[in-house]
């Protein structure tokens, strides 16, 4: 069975400031890993998403994030983060077997972007 | 925009009752999958329609259910309504087959049961 953990629940930081939200997987089978982000009173959208191929994955409003498969982890960075940043990620995994893509997801994390 | 709607975005009811939410896909998609997002769960797969067919089932309980219909549309049922139901349903499609294994999601339906 697939399991994900989000380390930290909550994040804060100021603005201009690095941040990295870790998550780390467990599965069976190979693995395709996504970051969600909802922003409050809103549906997810995603951020990025790892299949197969280069480790280091470039998402949208500057997000990025590594597959280290010997750590199983799938940890989000950005190297400078905005106050619009505020939302709630999600890491997920999916085991991508036949057509049933079901994903896990982690607890999420909190992520707070303060002046 | 997702291209994924869901209907009603806010429902409140009493204990007991039932209710349906819908969802349409983005236009091409052939999968359904409804997740609910809630305080102490976190968010949890329920169930997986693809086509027509129900291919997976997470833990959804035995008081609701769900159907995709010709059109693709897709409809989760929940019934006998207790107050540990509320929460956010999300329904997500994607485009099942290839290397698409992107799931978008729709802006969820708030149940308050009260």
């Known amino acids: 069975a697939q399991s994900v953990t989000q380390l930290d629940s909550q994040v804060p930081v100021f603005e201009e400031a690095p941040v990295e939200l870790r998550c780390n997987y467990s599965s069976s089978v190979s693995v395709y890993l996504f970051w969600y982000v909802q922003y409050p009173n809103q549906g997810l959208q995603l951020l990025l998403k790892y299949l197969s191929g280069s480790t280091l994955v470039k998402g949208i409003n500057g997000f990025e994030a590594e597959f280290n498969k010997s750590q199983t982890s799938f940890h989000l960075r950005k190297p400078s983060v905005h106050i619009s940043d505020t939302a709630e990620y999600f890491c997920a995994v999916s085991d991508g077997g036949g057509s049933n893509y079901k994903l896990t997801f982690g607890k999420g994390t909190l992520l707070t972007v303060n002046p | 925009d997702s291209g994924v709607t869901q209907t009603p975005k806010h429902l409140i009811t009493a204990t007991g009752q039932r209710v349906t939410l819908r969802c349409s896909p983005r236009?091409?998609?052939?999968?359904v999958y409804w997740y609910q997002q809630s305080l102490d769960q976190g968010l949890q797969f329920l169930i997986q329609y693809y086509n027509g067919e129900e291919r997976a089932k997470g833990n959804i309980l035995e008081r609701f259910s769900a159907q995709q219909f010709p059109d693709l549309h897709s409809e989760l049922n929940l019934s006998s309504l207790e107050l540990g139901d509320s929460a956010l349903y999300f329904c997500?499609?994607?485009?099942?087959?290839?290397?698409?294994?992107?799931?978008?999601f729709g802006p969820g339906t708030r149940l308050t049961v009260t």
């Open positions: 997500a499609s994607s485009q099942s087959g290839g290397l698409s294994y992107e799931q978008y």
């Open positions: 236009s091409g998609d052939l999968s």
